[in-house]
Each structure stands twice: as C-alpha cells, then as structure tokens.
C-alpha cells in the first residue's frame, strides 16, 4: 500500500486519523478528542497550519528549534551526509561528525567534561548519565552508594530511570517510578517562599535543604545530585543567585556527583553553548544536553562527561569491564552532521551574543505583564525563558484551584492561538522559549498579544 500525501485529505481527516491511530506524549484518556492542530510549515520564529495561519512559535517547539524553522542550510547538510552516509553502527565504528562533533562538545563544555557519550535526545543523555554513575560507584567497590537527589517540580526524562528523578508530582500519580533510591527536594520557587523571607534566607534554607538530606540518607549512600540550573517544565523555575555554586559545594563536601541538566539550558537559551559556568559558574561532574543541540531538526543527545570520573574508573585490569549502555543510534551520522551545521550556523549569526544583548528586553517586556495584571501572579524567567503564572484563584482551597487554574490556563492558549501566538500551557503556567533569532520587533509582537490576551482572559474570569 502506498501512503497518499498527495494533500488530498482535509485537515479535519489528518485529525480523525491522527485521533484514531496516534497516542501523543501525555495523552489523556478522557473521551474528548484532542483535535491537535496539523502543522503544514515553519520559517524563522513562525508555524503555519493547513489554512495557511501564521503563528509565533512561542514555546520554540519544545524548547528545542533554537536556530529557528526552515533552515535550507541544514536540509543541505543533511541530504549530503545521507547520500555519503547514512548510518553506521556506534559499536564498531565512527564517522567524521560524530567525531568532529565530540571535539566541539568536549570544547564548550566546561572544566574537564571531555568525553561525549551519544544518545537520541534527553531521556536517554540522563539516562545514561545516571547509569554511568552506577556503573562508576559499582567499579569503585561501594555499590551502596546508589541514591539520586533530585527536586520537585524537575522533569529529566520519560525513560524509567529519568522519570523516576522528575519531580512533577502529577506525572507519577499513574506510573511507576523507581522510589528506593531516588530522594527529592522541595520545591526552590523563591515566588513561593513564606512572607518575609528573603530570598538569601530561601537560598539558605534550600541548600539547607540539600546537605540535611544527604546527612539523613547518608553520604555513603548518596551517589549524585540532579539539577536543571533552571526547572523549565516545572514552570521555568529560576533558583536564587549563589544556589548553584552552594549546591555544588555541598556535594564535594561529601563525595556527591553533580549532573546538570542542560537539556533546554543549552545551546544558547541563556546566552552560552552551556549555561553551567558561564552563567551559575559551576563546572558539574556531568553534562547532560539535547534539545537545541540539533535545534530540535533531528533527535539527538548526549551526556558529557568528566575525565576524571573515567580515569578513576579506567586501567589495564578494567578491560573486561563494559559500560554496557547505548542506543543503535548513539552518535548517528545525519544527527551529528545536523549538529556541526546547528553550531556553524549559532556561531557564524552570533545567536549566543544576540541573546545576551535581547534578554533584558524580552526580561522586561515579560515583568511589565506581570506588573501590569492582576491575574498574573508571578512573570519570571532568565535569558529567552519565560513564565508566566496565573493567580486567578488566589485562597482557593487546592481542589478547586486546580479546576480553574486549568481554565487560566486554556484559556490562555485559546486567546493566544486565536491573535497568532502558540503558548505552552502548564496548567495555570504559560511557559516561552522561542527561537533566539527573535528580533525586538518580534518580542513585542509576542508580548503586546499576550497582554491583549491576558487583559481578555482577566476581564472574563475575574470580571
Ligand atoms: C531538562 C530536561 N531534561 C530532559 C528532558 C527529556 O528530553 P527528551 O524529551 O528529549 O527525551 C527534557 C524534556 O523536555 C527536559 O526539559
């Protein structure tokens, strides 16, 4: 049977299909059919439908098209390394880019993180990240020393292991997570720290948080801590100054590996290739990134690692021993290839400086929202990642909260949608990343929409 893409079928066909045939990631087993909108082209910062609609692609597809959409340049580099190409299996071989692309890794990572293991996005970059670290304790003669730390409102994957460090509370209500070894945090929103405090005293109190836990488990027993350096899903969460470097100093203070999570940090979302030391000035023990590596045009991850936990682990009596982890398309030649070109193109355009010089901007422009609106209850974010928080049922006990904080939420994104913007709505959160090659002018589009949209959505729900 030959599949027919001749555009003979309406949208409303590609959605009947796609509501029969497809399960998308967090689907809900409601009866509704959900209707997605089918997506026919995007150029720059824009999606166009099947009715030839334009919208801003506000959550830059899923904090991942960081060079922006339609990109003739990486098609080309991608037809080429296919047609020399295509594939060829990890285990046994290498190829130029993936070599190449290794080399640049092991140069804009910080400190000593010099070796790149490949992997086919997030999930699997802290996946491996987490194994590595099971593996390294078990050669190290202290296989106790097996417990993860991770924090609320953190998502680092969908795979088991990286779902059972994410602590997005309503994720796991229905799904086994692995619970023995893997403590969380608190959450370290300073937005929701009691009155009074400052946010010095929450920064203590939170790394309070982390050297108490680790005292409780038992050092001995606490193989790593897992951060994003910014929660982005559980709401683009941005942790008070001085919080990195304190976590990390915590750990060393007791032998805890420290992975930072920069799948969306990554590749110049902040500003930098990688936010951990530029930014939060840590150099952690692992890297691990995805997302914008590719600019979201082919899956690909990868979790980069320390020299020195591989030379603890490495010698001449070890060589029986495997790392036995990896995917048939570790390092594939087309993901790679994309991934030279996604740097070539970031560092020929400046992206990372363009988004230093336009953050304040799109920072202010988001503040003034929520200055501005009496729904909106907290707008923050750091670099081009933004949130903003609906407060459209301030002492509402939480039953009834979350109801209408979905109804803020929806009707946000129906308000949006209908002006020409995408959002990303988490609840009562709308969340924004979009491509770094926004220009001002595009920034106030997005935010001179959103404020129409909320000033709608204000008068409708809080009269
Ligand atoms: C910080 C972080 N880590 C890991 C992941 C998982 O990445 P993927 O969806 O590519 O598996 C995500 C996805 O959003 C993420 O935001």
Not at 32 to 59: C, Q, S, T, W
Not at 133 to 151: H, L, M, S, T
Request: glycine share 10%; charged share 25%.
């Amino acid at each position: 049977m030959t599949i027919d893409r001749s555009n003979t079928h309406t949208t409303e066909d590609l959605q009947q299909i796609d509501n029969d045939h497809v399960m998308h990631p967090w689907a809900s087993m409601g009866q509704d059919d959900p209707n997605l909108g089918v997506v026919e082209k995007a150029r720059g910062i824009y999606m166009v439908d099947r009715d030839g609609k334009r919208f801003i692609d506000g959550p830059g597809g899923m904090w991942c098209v960081n060079i922006g959409h339609g990109r003739q340049e990486i098609a080309d580099a991608m037809a080429e390394q296919v047609s020399r190409l295509g594939y060829v299996s990890p285990w046994t071989a290498s190829t130029e880019a993936s070599v190449l692309l290794a080399e640049r890794l092991a140069a804009e990572a910080p400190g000593d993180l010099n070796t790149v293991f490949y992997t086919t996005g997030g999930s699997s970059a802290v996946d491996t990240a987490l194994r590595f670290i099971q593996f390294y304790n078990n050669i190290k003669g202290r296989p106790e020393k097996k417990v993860f730390i991770a924090r609320e409102k953190g998502y680092h994957g969908s795979t088991y292991l990286s779902a059972s460090v994410s602590g997005k509370e309503r994720d796991r209500k229905f799904l086994d997570t692995n619970t023995d070894f893997v403590r969380f945090l608190p959450n370290v929103n300073p937005y929701i720290r009691p009155q009074g405090m400052s946010v010095d005293e929450w920064r203590d109190a939170k790394l309070a948080d982390l050297e108490n836990m680790i005292l409780e488990v038992g050092p001995e027993k606490v193989a790593a801590f897992i951060a994003e350096p910014i929660l982005a899903s559980g709401g683009v969460i941005v942790p008070p100054k001085g919080y990195h470097k304190g976590c990390l100093e915590i750990c060393r203070k007791y032998d805890v590996l420290y992975i930072s999570d920069e799948v969306v940090t990554g590749f110049g979302r902040l500003g930098h290739i990688f936010a951990s030391e530029k930014v939060f000035g840590i150099t952690p023990d692992i890297i691990t990134c995805a997302k914008g590596l590719t600019s979201g045009y082919v899956p690909m991850g990868a979790a980069i690692i320390s020299d020195r936990l591989i030379n603890e682990i490495s010698s001449d009596d070890h060589s029986d021993i495997l790392f036995s982890n990896g995917y048939t398309y570790s390092g594939h030649p087309v993901s790679a290839a994309v991934a030279l070109k996604n740097l070539e193109i970031m560092e020929r355009e400046n992206l990372c400086a363009h988004v230093r010089e336009i953050s304040p901007y799109f920072q202010e422009r988001l503040r003034q929202l929520g200055e501005k609106h009496e729904i909106i209850g907290d707008a923050r974010g750091m670099g081009l990642l933004g949130c903003l928080e609906g407060a459209a049922a301030p002492g509402t006990p939480e039953a009834k909260r979350l109801a209408i904080d979905h109804e803020f939420g929806h009707r946000m994104d129906v308000g949006a949608e209908k002006r020409g913007l995408l959002v990303r709505p988490l609840i009562n959160m709308c969340v924004f990343s979009p491509p770094l090659v926004i220009t001002r002018e595009e920034i106030d589009k997005l935010f001179d929409i959103l404020d129409e949209t909320i000033s709608e959505v204000e008068s409708d729900m809080l009269g």
